[in-house]
């Protein structure tokens, strides 16, 4: 089921050793794992974890995860119906978000108690996961582009058929597009945080020569990864 | 960390874990956030995921006292179109109160990003309140702040979610202890058929208020509940504005059984306010 899921969102990489850590997770019993079926095939899953915090006793649909609508909503209700069984306090759950949640999760409250924050630890491999796909090596390529992020300088060439990354020599750069930017606005780039745009009008990305400008704004547009990040309750730590 | 233990300051190394150490672990994690849980929780959230190595935790220990805690855990980030980045995320960062402001913070959250680095990791995640220590020490060294997919909650029991959610703003807020001190024999909180003092709030054993003529009751609808898991991570600000504008659209109702009541309320209440 998981392979065939199509996802929209950055998500945790789901193997079936985390399915069996997720279904061993603490609080969970045999009965409060559910599962969807429709045409002899599994649909959907919910996991559901019984917690308690002081006196607050929670359901936690710890992962929850579907084909299609009518599967996630028969799971909801049925791990609701569970935890009203074992007379919880209040269930959570986060859905996935390509999914339509609006009928399913009437009557239900957004909620959100923390933020995740991020920091970019080596550019290399993030550059590329990012610069990585084909509507990159269609549109550039032949293009040799250096990066100077933080104190790592990287080289990245685009051929017709792949990107190539790897650690720059600053001193035999003079050919290719240099780019200057913080780790901070790399990830905010590559988060949809800020855009190519507003970063090189505020100067927090510095463009070797100006004439490059419009091309490298336009490619650093394309690397922005679809959010919100989904994180399941059970990827929560 | 090239060598298993070093030494950071007088009598304090930081190591990594071992068999052993999960209920002084838990211990300082209940001390440190107050109702963290058990054991079982510790065991199944870190060695039992699949990923997990010893040394993806680290400890700071001071004469055999485990006074820092911070764990680590690795995976595969995907992307839309089935790309993978290789993450890690912090968790359960804590350091013994007694041992804070010394820096040690600082360099255990050196380390463990020396480490997570040295293992391949490309981007480091952690989950913080918003207008904490640690969110305001991870914002001056490189982190930014993220979205994240919403999370949805159905209240079954609105009386025990109200009691705890208070509970828990109140127990790890000192200054609101203090300034509730004055009023707890008075002050009552009620939602549906359920009612409990701020006494109770306090882990006190419940009493009746020494005047009946000096009780005041707050009255909560069902719809601002939400608000209490946000409490904690808005300003004081907004948390004033909120309850005010509650007060306004009459989603909380104050009851005074007396004049007296009231007017202790307004002098004792400012203090209450304040420390919110």
């Known amino acids: ?237 | 960390m090239s060598s298993p233990k070093q030494v950071l300051s007088d009598n304090i190394i930081v190591r990594h874990y071992k068999n052993g150490d999960e209920a002084k672990i838990v211990d300082l994690l209940n001390l440190c956030y107050g109702e963290w849980g058990e054991v079982a929780k510790w065991q199944g959230l870190f060695p039992r995921y699949p990923t997990f190595n010893k040394n993806d935790v680290f400890i700071l220990e001071s004469n055999g006292e485990i006074i820092g805690h911070r764990s680590s855990r690795f995976r595969h980030l995907i992307t839309p179109d089935n790309r993978s980045i290789f993450t890690a995320q912090f968790a359960d960062t804590a350091v013994h109160p007694k041992y804070r402001r010394f820096g040690l913070y600082t360099r255990l959250h050196g380390l463990t990003l020396h480490a997570v680095r040295a293992k391949g990791a490309c981007l480091i995640f952690t989950t913080n309140l918003r207008g904490s220590t640690t969110y305001k020490h991870n914002k001056k060294t490189g982190f930014i702040e993220l979205g994240w997919a919403p999370a949805y909650a159905k209240i079954i029991n609105p009386g025990k979610f109200l009691r705890s959610g208070l509970s828990d703003f109140i127990n790890k807020n000192q200054k609101i202890r203090d300034s509730l001190q004055d009023l707890r024999n008075n002050l009552f909180f009620s939602i549906g058929k359920t009612e409990f003092s701020a006494v109770e709030l306090l882990g006190e054993p419940a009493q009746q208020p020494k005047t009946s003529g000096s009780r005041v009751s707050i009255i909560f609808d069902e719809s601002p509940l939400f608000l209490m898991t946000k409490f904690r991570t808005s300003s004081r600000l907004q948390r004033i504005a909120s309850l005010v504008l509650l007060l306004l659209c009459g989603r909380i109702r104050i009851k005074f059984s007396s004049f007296k009541a009231l007017a202790k309320f307004i002098r004792k209440g400012v203090r209450v306010l304040a420390s919110l």
Request: with cysteine.
């Open chain 1, 1 to 237: 089921m998981y392979n065939s899921i199509s996802n929209k969102s950055l998500h945790y990489a789901r193997d079936e050793q985390v399915l069996r850590y997720l279904t061993h997770y603490p609080g969970v019993n045999e009965d409060g794992i559910f599962i969807a079926e429709g045409n002899q095939e599994i649909t959907g899953l919910a996991i559901v974890a019984i917690t308690q915090l002081g006196e607050l006793r929670q359901g936690n649909i710890i992962e929850l995860q579907a084909k299609d609508a009518p599967s996630l909503d028969s799971l909801v209700r049925t791990a609701l119906n569970y935890c009203e069984d074992k007379y919880l306090d209040v269930t959570m759950v986060a859905p996935p978000v390509r999914l339509d949640l609006e009928k399913t999760f009437s009557g239900w409250r957004k909620f959100e108690t923390s933020v995740t924050m991020c920091k970019l630890l080596s550019a290399l491999p993030l550059i590329k996961a990012l610069f990585d796909n084909k509507g990159i090596t269609n549109s550039y390529s032949g293009k040799r582009i250096v990066f100077y992020i933080g104190s790592e300088t990287i080289e990245v060439e685009i051929t017709p058929e792949s990107v190539r990354v790897a650690k720059g020599n600053s001193n035999d750069n003079k050919a290719a597009i240099s780019v200057t930017m913080s780790g901070e606005v790399l990830l905010a780039l590559a988060f949809g945080i800020t855009n190519s745009y507003r970063a090189f009008l505020t100067r927090q990305l510095r463009i070797g020569r100006l004439r490059d400008a419009p091309f490298i704004l336009k490619l650093l547009s394309k690397i922005k990864l679809n959010m919100p990040l989904f994180l399941a309750l059970g990827d929560r730590v």
